[in-house]
């Protein structure tokens, strides 16, 4: 994926690019600013777990840069349905933005990145386990996500939804769905 670049105010621009291993700290940082004590912690080690797994399909993390510092972080993990479908799956699961950063596109600019690349990969189905509100507005809802039977029960149902890449036909019925092990846990869902 080649760098984008994407206005953050009307004098600086932000760069999206691949995260690396050696943003691993980093982007550790920015998850412990961006969400609450018992959360951050929990979303810390996904995010080292994610960065030591390795799947058929890649996980895909995308970092959000201003003037060489890093301010936000978006991973995507493939998803294996447990059918005969063809169908390529991904999950968009965690999404965080500094702070100081919140509510000026910087979130927006990288699920928008990370849907083009998914696209481009032929990707079929983008998943998400987040505030309906906020996912909604990128085309995400709760008629596909239902489709698609996350591993474990959720806490919050309504908060699944997912959207078709790639002019797709989901799958008729709802179809069970395996994560990568890193979210093949009971407490984040």
Not at 60 to 68: F, N, P, R, T, V
Not at 113 to 141: R, S
Request: proline content about 8%; overall charge neutral.
């Amino acid at each position: 994926m080649n760098p984008t670049n994407v206005p953050v105010t009307h004098s600086n621009m932000i760069s999206i690019r691949l995260a690396q291993a050696t943003d691993l700290a980093s982007i550790q940082k920015v998850i412990e600013a961006a969400f609450a004590a018992e959360k951050n912690k929990v979303i810390r080690h996904l995010s080292a777990d994610l960065f030591k797994e390795t799947t058929r399909a890649p996980i895909k993390s995308l970092i959000a840069e201003l003037g060489g510092k890093l301010i936000g972080y978006v991973c995507y993990s493939p998803v294996f349905l447990k059918s005969t479908s063809d169908v390529s799956g991904y999950i968009l699961y965690p999404l965080a933005v500094s702070p100081e950063y919140q509510s000026q596109g910087v979130g927006t600019a990288l699920i928008n990145a990370g849907m083009d690349m998914l696209t481009k990969d032929g990707v079929g189905i983008l998943l998400v386990y987040g505030d309906p509100d906020y996912y909604q507005k990128f085309g995400f809802k709760e008629e596909i996500g239902r489709l698609f039977v996350p591993p474990y029960p959720l806490q919050y149902p309504v908060g699944w939804t997912g959207m078709t890449l790639n002019a797709i036909t989901p799958p008729d019925s709802p179809t069970k769905i395996e994560c990568v092990s890193a979210l093949s846990k009971p407490a984040l869902w």
